[in-house]
Antibody
């Protein structure tokens, strides 16, 4: 059974940093691209960042470029999101999601349950 | 950036009725569009990808259509479990992936 479990969320002051992690199981982790998607309170979904299967490429939304860094450890089946210079507008539930296919499909399936980040 | 506009914002229907949700793109995305279902407290779920392909395990009452700039998600007969928020998402402008604002389907 494919499972994604996020951790690392919490309350952090503006300007500080936080590191999110996503532990994957039930599939060949190194065979898939991975993504982070967030949902601010009362808002819709926003793609944040993605990383290719072996970490050879990283992609970012303009809203986080230069502040957030996505990385992965294929030996531990984890993907991380290092968030620096946090702003109030980064407050959101952060979801980890897998690419639908082993190539970079741009479709997200499945998703984790999310971890909450509050910048205040 | 490709902007996706979903309508209506809220759809009030009863179980057994047909739901028709719209997603319009600010420029052509060909068939590079997906639909997701999101319920409170749960992970979003992929329903449709490439505009019309149902994801694994998705019931046949969910169908997607459209190409270019206009897309439709149809739920042929609403089940109680279908009341949720639905989002469209494009990948045409890879790697800049964007979602629509969502349509809430409520009883």
């Amino acid at each position: 059974q494919v499972q994604l479990v996020e951790s690392g969320g919490g309350v952090v002051q503006p300007g500080r940093s936080l590191r999110l992690s996503c532990a994957a199981s039930g599939f060949s982790f190194s065979g898939y691209g991975m993504h982070w998607v967030r949902q601010a309170p009362g808002k819709g979904l926003e793609w944040v960042a993605g990383i290719a299967r072996y970490g050879e490429s990283e992609y970012y939304a303009d809203s986080v470029k230069g502040r957030f860094t996505i990385s992965r450890d294929n030996s531990r089946d984890t993907v991380n999101l290092q968030m620096n210079s946090l702003r109030a507008e980064d407050t959101a539930l952060y979801y980890c999601a897998r690419d639908l296919w082993s190539s970079s499909s741009g479709w997200f399936d499945p998703w984790g349950q999310g971890t909450l980040v509050i910048v205040s | 950036e490709i902007v996706l506009t979903q309508s209506p914002a809220t759809l009030s229907l009863s179980p057994g009725e047909r739901a028709t949700l719209s997603c319009r793109a600010s420029q052509s995305v060909s068939t590079s569009l997906a639909w997701y279902q999101h319920k409170p407290g749960q992970a979003p779920r992929l329903l449709i990808y490439d505009a019309s392909n149902r994801a694994t395990g998705i019931p046949a009452r969910f169908s997607g259509s459209g190409s270019g700039t206009d897309f439709t998600l149809t739920i042929s007969s609403l089940e109680p479990d279908d009341f949720a928020v639905y989002y469209c998402q494009q990948r045409s402008n890879w790697p800049l992936l964007t979602f629509g604002g969502g349509t809430k389907v409520e009883i």
